[in-house]
Protein backbone atom coordinates (compact mmCIF):
# COMPACT_ATOMS: atom_id res chain seq x y z
CA UNK A 1 0.00 0.00 0.00
CA UNK A 2 2.62 2.71 0.93
CA UNK A 3 4.40 1.19 -2.47
CA UNK A 4 1.23 2.45 -4.70
CA UNK A 5 0.87 5.95 -2.22
CA UNK A 6 4.58 6.46 -3.26
CA UNK A 7 3.67 5.99 -6.54
CA UNK A 8 0.89 8.16 -7.12
CA UNK A 9 2.56 10.89 -5.35
CA UNK A 10 5.63 10.95 -8.45
CA UNK A 11 2.85 10.93 -10.87
CA UNK A 12 0.79 13.55 -9.53
CA UNK A 13 4.18 15.58 -8.92
CA UNK A 14 4.75 15.17 -12.01
CA UNK A 15 2.04 15.89 -13.40
CA UNK A 16 1.58 19.08 -11.61
CA UNK A 17 5.26 20.38 -12.51
CA UNK A 18 5.39 19.39 -16.10
CA UNK A 19 2.38 20.38 -18.23
CA UNK A 20 1.37 19.49 -21.99
CA UNK A 21 3.39 21.69 -24.82
CA UNK A 22 5.54 23.75 -22.07
CA UNK A 23 8.10 23.19 -24.94
CA UNK A 24 6.66 22.95 -28.56
CA UNK A 25 6.83 19.78 -30.25
CA UNK A 26 9.55 18.92 -32.96
CA UNK A 27 8.62 18.90 -36.39
CA UNK A 28 10.06 17.76 -39.40
CA UNK A 29 13.77 19.20 -40.88
CA UNK A 30 14.36 20.60 -37.45
CA UNK A 31 18.11 20.62 -36.46
CA UNK A 32 18.27 19.97 -32.46
CA UNK A 33 21.17 20.38 -30.09
CA UNK A 34 21.38 19.51 -26.79
CA UNK A 35 24.20 21.82 -25.31
CA UNK A 36 25.27 20.65 -21.77
CA UNK A 37 27.72 19.01 -19.65
CA UNK A 38 28.80 15.54 -18.83
CA UNK A 39 24.91 14.71 -17.94
CA UNK A 40 24.25 15.45 -21.87
CA UNK A 41 27.39 14.14 -22.73
CA UNK A 42 27.90 10.66 -22.03
CA UNK A 43 24.18 10.20 -21.17
CA UNK A 44 21.31 9.23 -23.40
CA UNK A 45 18.21 11.33 -22.69
CA UNK A 46 18.25 13.12 -26.05
CA UNK A 47 18.82 9.87 -27.97
CA UNK A 48 15.92 8.59 -26.51
CA UNK A 49 13.92 11.80 -27.80
CA UNK A 50 14.94 11.33 -31.00
CA UNK A 51 14.02 7.57 -30.76
CA UNK A 52 10.67 8.64 -29.89
CA UNK A 53 10.34 10.81 -32.91
CA UNK A 54 11.78 7.93 -35.00
CA UNK A 55 9.73 5.70 -34.21
CA UNK A 56 6.47 7.60 -33.87
CA UNK A 57 6.84 10.36 -36.73
CA UNK A 58 8.02 8.19 -39.14
CA UNK A 59 7.71 10.88 -42.01
CA UNK A 60 8.99 13.52 -40.18
CA UNK A 61 12.48 13.59 -40.95
CA UNK A 62 14.34 15.66 -38.19
CA UNK A 63 18.00 15.78 -37.13
CA UNK A 64 20.15 16.02 -33.58
CA UNK A 65 23.46 16.05 -31.66
CA UNK A 66 24.73 15.30 -28.65
CA UNK A 67 26.42 18.82 -27.73
CA UNK A 68 27.90 17.76 -23.98
CA UNK A 69 31.18 17.98 -22.60
CA UNK A 70 32.29 16.19 -19.80
CA UNK A 71 33.20 18.80 -16.37
CA UNK A 72 31.35 21.90 -18.68
CA UNK A 73 30.38 24.71 -16.70
CA UNK A 74 28.26 27.83 -17.66
CA UNK A 75 31.88 29.40 -18.67
CA UNK A 76 32.96 26.08 -20.49
CA UNK A 77 29.56 26.34 -22.46
CA UNK A 78 30.05 29.99 -23.56
CA UNK A 79 33.45 29.60 -24.49
CA UNK A 80 32.41 26.94 -27.44
CA UNK A 81 29.31 27.99 -28.92
CA UNK A 82 30.47 29.14 -32.05
CA UNK A 83 32.67 26.11 -32.47
CA UNK A 84 30.94 23.31 -31.28
CA UNK A 85 26.91 24.45 -31.09
CA UNK A 86 26.39 27.09 -34.18
CA UNK A 87 28.39 25.40 -36.37
CA UNK A 88 26.19 22.59 -36.46
CA UNK A 89 23.15 24.77 -37.69
CA UNK A 90 20.74 24.39 -35.51
CA UNK A 91 16.97 25.96 -35.51
CA UNK A 92 16.75 24.79 -31.67
CA UNK A 93 19.00 24.44 -28.95
CA UNK A 94 18.43 23.07 -25.78
CA UNK A 95 20.56 24.63 -23.38
CA UNK A 96 21.67 23.12 -19.35
CA UNK A 97 23.84 23.75 -16.85
CA UNK A 98 24.38 23.69 -13.11
CA UNK A 99 25.98 20.89 -12.34
CA UNK A 100 29.74 21.39 -12.33
CA UNK A 101 28.85 25.21 -11.71
CA UNK A 102 27.32 24.68 -8.27
CA UNK A 103 31.01 23.43 -7.20
CA UNK A 104 31.40 19.76 -4.93
CA UNK A 105 33.74 19.28 -2.06
CA UNK A 106 33.11 23.05 0.01
CA UNK A 107 29.50 22.16 1.10
CA UNK A 108 31.07 20.07 3.19
CA UNK A 109 34.10 22.70 4.65
CA UNK A 110 33.31 25.32 7.22
CA UNK A 111 31.17 28.18 5.05
CA UNK A 112 29.27 25.75 2.84
CA UNK A 113 26.46 28.98 2.27
CA UNK A 114 28.45 31.37 1.56
CA UNK A 115 29.93 28.92 -1.53
CA UNK A 116 26.93 27.90 -2.31
CA UNK A 117 25.50 31.13 -2.69
CA UNK A 118 28.26 32.33 -4.34
CA UNK A 119 28.92 30.15 -6.78
CA UNK A 120 24.67 30.63 -7.79
CA UNK A 121 26.06 34.35 -8.95
CA UNK A 122 29.49 32.79 -10.77
CA UNK A 123 26.80 30.54 -12.69
CA UNK A 124 24.81 33.76 -13.10
CA UNK A 125 27.47 35.94 -13.88
CA UNK A 126 28.79 33.34 -16.60
CA UNK A 127 24.92 32.84 -18.20
CA UNK A 128 24.45 36.53 -18.65
CA UNK A 129 27.30 35.96 -21.38
CA UNK A 130 25.68 32.42 -23.18
CA UNK A 131 22.43 35.28 -23.13
CA UNK A 132 23.66 37.44 -24.96
CA UNK A 133 25.11 35.17 -27.86
CA UNK A 134 21.76 33.44 -27.30
CA UNK A 135 19.35 36.64 -28.14
CA UNK A 136 21.87 37.45 -31.03
CA UNK A 137 20.17 34.25 -33.37
CA UNK A 138 17.44 34.62 -35.46
CA UNK A 139 15.17 31.96 -36.26
CA UNK A 140 16.45 29.62 -33.44
CA UNK A 141 14.00 28.38 -30.48
CA UNK A 142 15.54 28.17 -27.04
CA UNK A 143 14.77 25.53 -24.20
CA UNK A 144 16.40 26.15 -21.25
CA UNK A 145 16.43 22.71 -18.69
CA UNK A 146 16.86 22.78 -15.28
CA UNK A 147 19.91 20.15 -14.16
CA UNK A 148 18.70 16.25 -13.19
CA UNK A 149 19.26 16.71 -9.38
CA UNK A 150 22.51 16.13 -7.34
CA UNK A 151 20.69 13.24 -4.79
CA UNK A 152 22.03 14.31 -1.67
CA UNK A 153 19.57 12.50 0.04
CA UNK A 154 20.25 8.60 -0.81
CA UNK A 155 21.91 6.41 1.79
CA UNK A 156 23.58 4.33 -0.28
CA UNK A 157 27.02 5.73 1.03
CA UNK A 158 28.40 8.17 3.09
CA UNK A 159 30.20 10.18 -0.09
CA UNK A 160 27.63 13.13 -0.14
CA UNK A 161 28.31 16.87 -0.55
CA UNK A 162 25.55 18.14 1.72
CA UNK A 163 22.75 20.77 0.35
CA UNK A 164 24.28 21.20 -3.50
CA UNK A 165 21.11 20.61 -4.37
CA UNK A 166 19.32 22.95 -2.69
CA UNK A 167 21.86 25.30 -4.65
CA UNK A 168 21.38 23.80 -8.04
CA UNK A 169 17.88 24.84 -7.97
CA UNK A 170 18.76 28.52 -6.82
CA UNK A 171 20.33 28.08 -10.61
CA UNK A 172 17.14 26.77 -12.25
CA UNK A 173 14.90 29.48 -10.31
CA UNK A 174 17.49 31.98 -12.58
CA UNK A 175 17.31 29.73 -15.44
CA UNK A 176 13.38 29.86 -15.45
CA UNK A 177 13.15 33.79 -14.98
CA UNK A 178 15.71 34.14 -17.85
CA UNK A 179 13.38 31.84 -20.11
CA UNK A 180 10.52 33.73 -18.73
CA UNK A 181 12.39 37.50 -19.82
CA UNK A 182 13.64 36.27 -23.48
CA UNK A 183 10.48 34.28 -24.35
CA UNK A 184 12.23 30.85 -23.96
CA UNK A 185 10.81 27.58 -23.25
CA UNK A 186 11.46 26.21 -20.12
CA UNK A 187 11.85 22.75 -18.33
CA UNK A 188 12.52 21.16 -14.88
CA UNK A 189 14.52 17.94 -14.66
CA UNK A 190 14.96 18.69 -11.05
CA UNK A 191 12.14 18.96 -9.14
CA UNK A 192 10.15 16.06 -10.57
CA UNK A 193 13.66 13.99 -10.17
CA UNK A 194 13.99 15.07 -6.64
CA UNK A 195 10.26 14.25 -5.90
CA UNK A 196 11.28 10.69 -7.66
CA UNK A 197 13.93 10.01 -5.16
CA UNK A 198 12.39 11.27 -2.10
CA UNK A 199 9.05 9.24 -2.35
CA UNK A 200 11.20 6.13 -3.00
CA UNK A 201 13.54 6.93 -0.15
CA UNK A 202 11.00 6.34 1.84
CA UNK A 203 10.59 2.54 1.08
CA UNK A 204 14.53 2.21 0.25
CA UNK A 205 16.72 4.66 1.28
CA UNK A 206 19.34 3.54 -0.79
CA UNK A 207 17.15 3.89 -3.61
CA UNK A 208 18.06 7.37 -6.14
CA UNK A 209 17.93 7.91 -9.47
CA UNK A 210 20.48 9.86 -9.94
CA UNK A 211 23.40 7.16 -11.01
CA UNK A 212 26.10 5.53 -7.92
CA UNK A 213 28.34 8.60 -7.96
CA UNK A 214 24.79 10.78 -7.46
CA UNK A 215 25.23 12.89 -10.25
CA UNK A 216 24.93 10.84 -13.56
CA UNK A 217 21.85 9.19 -13.92
CA UNK A 218 21.70 5.88 -15.39
CA UNK A 219 20.29 4.53 -18.65
CA UNK A 220 16.72 4.43 -16.76
CA UNK A 221 16.95 7.85 -15.09
CA UNK A 222 17.83 9.26 -19.08
CA UNK A 223 14.74 7.65 -19.75
CA UNK A 224 12.95 9.85 -17.14
CA UNK A 225 14.24 12.58 -18.11
CA UNK A 226 13.34 11.53 -22.19
CA UNK A 227 9.69 11.29 -20.54
CA UNK A 228 9.59 14.61 -19.22
CA UNK A 229 10.90 16.41 -21.96
CA UNK A 230 8.32 14.32 -24.08
CA UNK A 231 5.46 15.08 -21.59
CA UNK A 232 6.35 18.63 -21.65
CA UNK A 233 5.96 18.81 -25.76
CA UNK A 234 2.47 16.85 -24.92
CA UNK A 235 3.40 13.91 -26.59
CA UNK A 236 1.87 11.84 -23.48
CA UNK A 237 -1.55 10.66 -24.67
CA UNK A 238 -0.70 10.30 -28.41
CA UNK A 239 -1.02 6.50 -29.03
CA UNK A 240 0.75 4.39 -31.16
CA UNK A 241 -2.80 3.44 -32.62
CA UNK A 242 -6.23 3.05 -31.17
CA UNK A 243 -8.25 -0.10 -32.86
CA UNK A 244 -11.26 -0.92 -31.65
CA UNK A 245 -13.40 -3.59 -34.07
CA UNK A 246 -16.58 -5.00 -33.45
CA UNK A 247 -16.04 -9.06 -34.98
CA UNK A 248 -19.45 -10.08 -34.71
CA UNK A 249 -20.63 -7.40 -37.46
CA UNK A 250 -17.60 -7.15 -39.06
CA UNK A 251 -17.08 -3.26 -38.32
CA UNK A 252 -14.23 -1.51 -37.36
CA UNK A 253 -15.44 1.15 -34.45
CA UNK A 254 -12.11 3.13 -34.04
CA UNK A 255 -9.25 3.53 -36.08
CA UNK A 256 -7.09 6.33 -34.98
CA UNK A 257 -3.65 6.65 -36.43
CA UNK A 258 -4.02 3.81 -38.35
CA UNK A 259 -5.64 1.91 -41.30
CA UNK A 260 -7.99 -0.89 -41.09
CA UNK A 261 -9.17 -3.07 -44.10
CA UNK A 262 -10.47 -6.43 -44.95
CA UNK A 263 -12.13 -7.29 -42.08
CA UNK A 264 -13.72 -10.62 -42.50
CA UNK A 265 -15.19 -13.07 -39.87
CA UNK A 266 -14.96 -16.57 -41.25
CA UNK A 267 -16.67 -19.39 -39.08
CA UNK A 268 -15.11 -17.64 -36.11
CA UNK A 269 -11.68 -17.03 -37.38
CA UNK A 270 -11.59 -12.51 -37.42
CA UNK A 271 -8.82 -11.73 -40.04
CA UNK A 272 -7.94 -8.16 -41.13
CA UNK A 273 -5.20 -5.95 -42.67
CA UNK A 274 -3.91 -3.38 -39.85
CA UNK A 275 -1.14 -0.10 -40.90
CA UNK A 276 -0.26 1.61 -38.11
CA UNK A 277 0.92 5.40 -38.79
CA UNK A 278 3.55 4.81 -35.78
CA UNK A 279 5.68 2.08 -34.58
CA UNK A 280 5.71 1.36 -30.45
CA UNK A 281 8.61 3.16 -28.98
CA UNK A 282 11.21 0.21 -27.99
CA UNK A 283 12.57 -0.16 -25.09
CA UNK A 284 15.83 -1.32 -24.36
CA UNK A 285 16.85 -3.98 -21.97
CA UNK A 286 20.77 -3.57 -22.26
CA UNK A 287 22.94 -1.12 -20.20
CA UNK A 288 24.31 0.77 -22.93
CA UNK A 289 27.58 3.61 -21.58
CA UNK A 290 30.55 3.99 -19.91
CA UNK A 291 29.99 2.42 -16.51
CA UNK A 292 25.41 2.51 -17.02
CA UNK A 293 24.33 -0.55 -15.19
CA UNK A 294 20.65 -0.15 -15.62
CA UNK A 295 18.63 -0.60 -18.59
CA UNK A 296 16.39 2.31 -20.21
CA UNK A 297 12.98 -0.13 -19.74
CA UNK A 298 14.19 0.28 -15.70
CA UNK A 299 12.36 3.21 -16.10
CA UNK A 300 8.98 1.84 -16.04
CA UNK A 301 9.43 0.79 -12.18
CA UNK A 302 9.66 4.56 -11.52
CA UNK A 303 6.58 5.45 -14.19
CA UNK A 304 4.40 2.55 -14.06
CA UNK A 305 1.85 5.03 -16.42
CA UNK A 306 5.26 5.56 -19.31
CA UNK A 307 3.84 2.43 -21.81
CA UNK A 308 0.28 4.25 -21.20
CA UNK A 309 1.38 7.51 -21.82
CA UNK A 310 3.82 7.59 -24.83
CA UNK A 311 3.63 3.45 -26.07
CA UNK A 312 0.38 2.88 -26.25
CA UNK A 313 -1.16 0.52 -29.24
CA UNK A 314 -4.42 0.04 -28.10
CA UNK A 315 -6.07 -3.11 -29.43
CA UNK A 316 -9.80 -4.05 -28.95
CA UNK A 317 -11.66 -6.80 -30.00
CA UNK A 318 -15.97 -7.12 -29.45
CA UNK A 319 -18.12 -9.34 -30.27
CA UNK A 320 -16.52 -12.62 -29.35
CA UNK A 321 -16.60 -15.70 -26.74
CA UNK A 322 -14.49 -17.80 -25.24
CA UNK A 323 -10.50 -17.63 -25.84
CA UNK A 324 -8.51 -16.71 -28.96
CA UNK A 325 -5.07 -16.59 -30.23
CA UNK A 326 -3.71 -13.75 -31.51
CA UNK A 327 -1.35 -13.78 -34.88
CA UNK A 328 0.35 -11.00 -36.11
CA UNK A 329 1.78 -11.80 -39.52
CA UNK A 330 1.47 -15.64 -38.57
CA UNK A 331 3.47 -15.05 -35.70
CA UNK A 332 1.55 -16.05 -32.40
CA UNK A 333 1.77 -12.82 -29.92
CA UNK A 334 -0.71 -14.54 -27.14
CA UNK A 335 -3.87 -16.03 -26.08
CA UNK A 336 -6.63 -13.89 -24.70
CA UNK A 337 -10.08 -14.45 -23.10
CA UNK A 338 -13.29 -12.57 -25.21
CA UNK A 339 -13.31 -10.25 -22.02
CA UNK A 340 -9.73 -8.76 -22.38
CA UNK A 341 -9.79 -8.36 -25.94
CA UNK A 342 -13.26 -6.60 -25.54
CA UNK A 343 -11.10 -4.41 -22.52
CA UNK A 344 -8.36 -4.15 -24.69
CA UNK A 345 -4.92 -5.24 -24.76
CA UNK A 346 -1.51 -3.06 -25.40
CA UNK A 347 0.23 -4.61 -28.26
CA UNK A 348 3.30 -2.44 -27.13
CA UNK A 349 3.96 -4.35 -24.59
CA UNK A 350 4.93 -7.31 -26.30
CA UNK A 351 8.45 -7.42 -27.69
CA UNK A 352 7.98 -9.95 -30.27
CA UNK A 353 5.23 -8.55 -32.68
CA UNK A 354 6.48 -7.46 -36.00
CA UNK A 355 5.83 -4.26 -35.50
CA UNK A 356 8.03 -4.21 -32.34
CA UNK A 357 10.57 -6.23 -33.61
CA UNK A 358 10.66 -3.69 -36.43
CA UNK A 359 10.92 -0.76 -34.37
CA UNK A 360 13.43 -2.54 -32.59
CA UNK A 361 16.05 -2.37 -35.35
CA UNK A 362 15.32 1.64 -35.49
CA UNK A 363 16.51 1.09 -31.81
CA UNK A 364 19.49 -0.63 -32.60
CA UNK A 365 20.61 1.85 -35.47
CA UNK A 366 19.94 4.87 -33.45
CA UNK A 367 22.41 3.11 -30.65
CA UNK A 368 25.27 2.50 -33.02
CA UNK A 369 24.47 6.53 -34.25
CA UNK A 370 24.82 7.36 -30.83
CA UNK A 371 27.88 5.18 -30.13
CA UNK A 372 29.96 7.02 -32.89
CA UNK A 373 28.73 10.19 -31.63
CA UNK A 374 29.92 9.84 -28.66
CA UNK A 375 33.60 9.63 -29.88
CA UNK A 376 33.19 13.69 -30.98
CA UNK A 377 31.98 14.26 -28.10
CA UNK A 378 35.24 12.98 -26.48
CA UNK A 379 37.37 14.70 -29.37
CA UNK A 380 35.59 18.34 -27.96
CA UNK A 381 36.33 17.80 -24.96
CA UNK A 382 40.31 17.30 -26.23
CA UNK A 383 39.67 20.16 -28.33
CA UNK A 384 37.98 22.36 -25.69
CA UNK A 385 39.36 21.29 -22.38
CA UNK A 386 42.77 20.86 -23.33
CA UNK A 387 44.16 22.18 -26.87
CA UNK A 388 42.19 25.36 -26.41
CA UNK A 389 43.61 27.48 -23.73
CA UNK A 390 47.12 26.17 -24.93
CA UNK A 391 45.61 28.45 -28.70
CA UNK A 392 45.83 24.58 -30.43
CA UNK A 393 41.69 24.56 -31.06
CA UNK A 394 41.30 22.61 -34.37
CA UNK A 395 44.84 22.99 -35.09
CA UNK A 396 45.47 19.01 -35.12
CA UNK A 397 49.06 18.80 -36.52
CA UNK A 398 51.78 17.40 -35.59
CA UNK A 399 52.51 20.42 -33.18
CA UNK A 400 49.64 19.87 -31.30
CA UNK A 401 50.18 15.92 -31.47
CA UNK A 402 53.25 17.02 -29.07
CA UNK A 403 51.18 18.93 -26.62
CA UNK A 404 49.17 16.24 -26.45
CA UNK A 405 51.72 13.32 -26.01
CA UNK A 406 53.24 15.76 -23.14
CA UNK A 407 50.04 16.70 -21.46
CA UNK A 408 48.98 12.83 -21.18
CA UNK A 409 51.88 12.25 -18.96
CA UNK A 410 50.43 14.46 -16.36
CA UNK A 411 46.28 14.52 -17.44
CA UNK A 412 44.71 11.42 -17.08
CA UNK A 413 41.43 12.28 -19.16
CA UNK A 414 44.03 13.47 -21.63
CA UNK A 415 45.65 9.94 -21.17
CA UNK A 416 42.42 8.18 -21.57
CA UNK A 417 41.64 9.59 -24.86
CA UNK A 418 45.24 8.60 -26.43
CA UNK A 419 43.52 5.92 -28.73
CA UNK A 420 41.04 8.10 -30.15
CA UNK A 421 43.19 11.48 -30.98
CA UNK A 422 45.14 8.98 -32.80
CA UNK A 423 42.50 8.12 -35.11
CA UNK A 424 40.57 11.49 -35.04
CA UNK A 425 42.98 14.02 -35.33
CA UNK A 426 42.96 13.30 -39.27
CA UNK A 427 40.20 14.93 -41.40
CA UNK A 428 39.53 12.52 -42.93
CA UNK A 429 38.95 9.96 -40.02
CA UNK A 430 36.35 12.76 -38.48
CA UNK A 431 34.60 12.79 -42.44
CA UNK A 432 34.69 9.13 -42.30
CA UNK A 433 32.74 8.84 -39.52
CA UNK A 434 29.95 11.70 -40.17
CA UNK A 435 29.53 10.47 -43.35
CA UNK A 436 28.26 6.82 -41.32
CA UNK A 437 26.64 8.66 -38.85
CA UNK A 438 24.52 10.51 -41.78
CA UNK A 439 24.21 6.61 -43.74
CA UNK A 440 22.86 5.51 -40.57
CA UNK A 441 20.32 8.50 -40.21
CA UNK A 442 19.22 7.87 -43.70
CA UNK A 443 18.78 4.16 -42.84
CA UNK A 444 16.35 4.26 -40.29
CA UNK A 445 14.34 6.95 -41.95
CA UNK A 446 14.50 3.92 -45.05
CA UNK A 447 13.16 1.16 -42.27
CA UNK A 448 11.16 3.25 -40.01
CA UNK A 449 7.89 3.41 -41.85
CA UNK A 450 5.16 0.93 -40.79
CA UNK A 451 4.34 -1.86 -42.67
CA UNK A 452 0.65 -3.42 -42.72
CA UNK A 453 0.33 -6.34 -40.80
CA UNK A 454 -1.40 -9.79 -40.95
CA UNK A 455 -3.73 -9.77 -37.97
CA UNK A 456 -5.83 -13.42 -36.99
CA UNK A 457 -8.00 -13.73 -34.14
CA UNK A 458 -8.61 -18.12 -34.08
CA UNK A 459 -10.73 -19.53 -31.55
CA UNK A 460 -9.29 -21.78 -29.11
CA UNK A 461 -10.76 -24.80 -26.41
Not at 116 to 132: A, F, M, P, Q
Not at 164 to 189: P, T
Not at 337 to 361: D, F, I, M, S, W
Request: contains cysteine.
Amino acid sequence: MKKTIAVLLVALFVCATVSAQQVAPFKKGDRVCFVGNSITDGGHYHSYIWLYYMTHFPYQEMWMANCGIGGDTSENIFNRLDGDVFSKRPNVITLTFGMNDSGYYEYNGNEPEKFGNGKVEWSRTHYKDIEKRLKGLKDTRIVMIGSSPYDDTSKFNNDVFRNKNHYMQKIVEFQDSAAKANNWEFLDFNAPMTAINHEYQLQDSTFTICGNDRVHPDNNGHMVMAYLFLKAQGMCGKNVADVCINAKNQKVIKSDNCTISNLKNNKGVVTFDYLAESLPYPLDTIAHGWMMKRAQAEAVKVLPTLMKDIDNEQFAVQGLKGNYQLLIDDILIDTFTAEQLAAGVNLAEYRHTPQYQQACKVMALNELRWEIERQFRDYAWLQYDFFMEKGLLDVNDEHAAEVFREGQKTNGWVGARRELYDKMIHQEVRDAMTAEMDLLVKKIYDVNKPETRAITLTPVK
